[in-house]
Nanobody, 125 residues
Framework: QVRLVESGGGSVQLGGSLRLSCVASGTSSNTNCMAWFRQAPGKEREGVAEIPLNGGRAYYAGSVLGRFTISQGNAKTTVYLDMNRVKYEDSAVYYC??????????????????WGKGTLVTISS
């Protein structure tokens, strides 16, 4: 069973930066993609960024492109989300997810098989 644990959430000032981390354990050869999603109060969960674990190109939601960066750590099952120039609309619970392939955000469950419990990010003035 894959377990995902997020960390790094908290309060950050408008325009500031924050790094989220996700450590995966129990992964198998079928775990080929890791991603970050977020859900703001009253809104649906949405994809933020995803990265293939085989070294392929990352993909970003348009709302974060150029501001956020997803990357893998030296341990390939650790994924980071560097959030820069944050906006009020970036406030949300951020979830780490893992699955066997990327590019499935429109699928049920966003195409991901495993989810972390989430970490809260709040943008303040």
């Amino acid at each position: 069973q894959v377990r995902l644990v997020e960390s790094g959430g908290g309060s950050v000032q408008l325009g500031g930066s924050l790094r989220l981390s996700c450590v995966a354990s129990g992964t198998s050869s079928n775990t080929n993609c890791m991603a970050w999603f977020r859900q703001a109060p009253g809104k649906e969960r949405e994809g933020v960024a995803e990265i293939p674990l085989n070294g392929g190109r990352a993909y970003y939601a348009g709302s974060v492109l150029g501001r956020f960066t997803i990357s893998q750590g030296n341990a390939k099952t650790t994924v980071y989300l560097d959030m820069n120039r944050v906006k009020y609309e970036d406030s949300a619970v951020y979830y780490c997810a893992a699955g066997d392939a990327c590019g499935r955000w429109s699928w049920p469950g966003h195409g991901m098989d495993y989810w972390g419990k989430g970490t809260l990010v709040t943008i303040s003035s």
